[in-house]
């Protein structure tokens, strides 16, 4: 809703774009559930299973919006923005939605608006996540237990916020674009989700500290849509609210 919002204008909700970002941290959390669930019943992880649900589950509706969107695009776009929108077509159908939006330009410049399906670059992210989430804590699972699962995924979040970090400080050519649409620089809040997952069975079994915890989430979301904007060096640190609100 908070991504709806902040893409129609509504005055003072200028970080709605957060919204993507809690959908990262769902993604990590209800991801990892599944594969440790599984490795830790059956002590293997079906792949194959795995992908064929993903396909199961994507597939019908980015085709459904690829087809209704293309229809509109054919009788409402110039020549040379439908050209770019065949080029988004494929990116989307390939799962690369994001690099090529990187690649031509940011996503709060004045030329998204004639990029019908600039939308899919979070679809993007996630599904290369995907391709390489389950292996990494299947490995780490297998090999050093629990234990280790927890630790690979502390370190693969490290590893990701510190790479947000150095781009942030080395401020390259389009850096900000870089941090908004590559993947290596959202895995830290597929992390959190993740880190959420495992240690949700430990938080104390209290009522009303859950509450306070779920009102202090929902605080730290609604500052975040507040206080953003466009402007916003984003991820990095100010990714860090929206998404440990999202876990409490």
Request: net charge positive.
């Amino acid at each position: 809703m908070a991504v709806l919002l902040y893409h129609f204008g509504v005055p003072g909700l200028d970080g709605g774009y957060v919204g993507v970002d809690v959908f990262f941290v769902i993604s990590g959390f209800l991801i990892t559930r599944l594969i440790a669930d599984e490795v830790a019943v059956t002590g293997r992880f079906d792949f194959r299973n795995f992908y064929a649900r993903r396909i199961r589950r994507i597939l019908p509706a980015l085709l459904v919006t690829m087809a209704a969107t293309a229809a509109v695009a054919i009788i409402s776009l110039a020549p040379t923005d439908l050209v770019a929108f065949g080029r988004s077509l494929v990116a989307s159908a390939m799962s690369l939605s994001n690099i090529l939006f990187w690649s031509e330009s940011g996503y709060f410049d004045a030329a998204s608006e004639t990029k019908p399906l600039l939308h899919t670059w979070s679809l993007g992210v996630e599904e290369q996540f995907y391709l390489v989430w389950p292996a990494l804590l299947y490995l780490c699972s297998r090999k050093y237990g629990k234990r280790g699962l927890f630790w690979g995924i502390v370190v693969v979040g490290a590893v990701s916020f510190l790479a947000n970090h150095a781009a942030v400080i080395a401020r390259g050519v389009g850096y900000q674009s870089s941090l908004f649409f590559l993947p290596h620089f959202r895995v830290f809040e597929f992390a959190i989700g993740a880190l959420g997952c495992l240690l949700s069975s430990r938080l104390i079994a209290n009522r009303w500290v859950h509450e306070a915890m779920m009102i202090s989430g929902l605080a730290l979301i609604g500052w975040s849509i507040v206080r953003l904007d466009e402007g916003a060096i984003f991820p990095y640190v100010n990714a860090i609210a929206p998404c440990l609100g999202h876990c409490w």
